[in-house]
């Protein structure tokens, strides 16, 4: 008799993104929608056009640093803290290997498993590693979620860089008359793309995450264009 095919069942999980991919829409979405806001704002606010485009630059600029920044020290907070969750958790092991089982145990019997069942799959796992299985079932922590804070801070700083420069390059090109629209405009169509992209790779409704980046980014530019018009005319 013929030994039947084996049939493959490909899967494609995207959680393996979530570090990079947070950050990275974080990034590019505060770059065009702060720098596109400033723009605006110093606009309405009656400076010129050279004003404007130092103004945008300077914003560029220090939005990268500090998005760097931001993005290094919260994620390294968070890697400090898995380090010493672990940590303590690994004395645990040592010190009462019988009580991290039974805590492993029931765990698995919360999630469905029987008693007997899920003992046997605690001992096993504990066996192959202890402190995996407890750092993945208790407290959470896996190798595809771990903070990564190099990685955040460089894909947070380029991709600000990235949204920064695309409603730069529109305010160097159009007239000082048609400025606010022509940044306004182009700016939110961008907002758009950006969030039909992070939406398409993370999996999720293009539809919705282009919807949400755009209203937000629409506000934050009529808020500061509001405000750059009430200082223009006090001053």
């Given at each position: ?189 961008f907002l758009a793309v950006l969030g ?40």
């Amino acid at each position: 008799m013929k030994p039947m095919a084996r049939t493959t069942h490909p899967e494609q999980h995207r959680t393996d993104r979530i570090g990079w991919l947070r950050a990275a829409v974080l990034g590019a979405n505060d770059g065009i929608v702060s720098t596109a806001s400033l723009v605006v704002g110093v606009a309405a606010a009656g400076a010129g056009h050279t004003q404007i485009l130092v103004t945008g630059v300077a914003g560029l600029v220090a939005g990268a640093m500090s998005m760097a920044a931001g993005e290094y020290v919260s994620v390294h907070s968070q890697a400090d803290t898995e380090k010493a969750d672990l940590s303590r958790e690994q004395g645990e092991l040592l010190q009462d290997p019988a009580a991290e089982r039974r805590e492993l145990t029931a765990i698995y019997v919360t999630r469905g498993l029987q008693p007997e069942l899920a003992r046997q799959v605690a001992e096993q796992l504990m066996t192959h590693d202890a402190l995996g299985a407890h750092a993945r079932d208790e407290l959470g922590i896996s190798e595809t979620m771990s903070a990564r804070p190099v990685q955040a801070a460089l894909a947070s700083a380029a991709s600000f860089a990235v949204g920064a420069a695309l409603p730069l390059a529109v305010t160097a090109l159009v007239p000082s008359q048609s400025l606010i629209p022509s940044v306004a405009g182009t700016s939110l169509a961008f907002l758009a793309v950006l969030g039909f992209i992070s939406a398409r790779a993370g999996g999720a409704s293009v539809l919705t995450g282009a919807w949400r980046v755009t209203f937000w980014g629409a506000l934050a530019m009529a808020i500061t264009a509001a405000a750059g018009t009430l200082f223009g005319a006090v001053a």
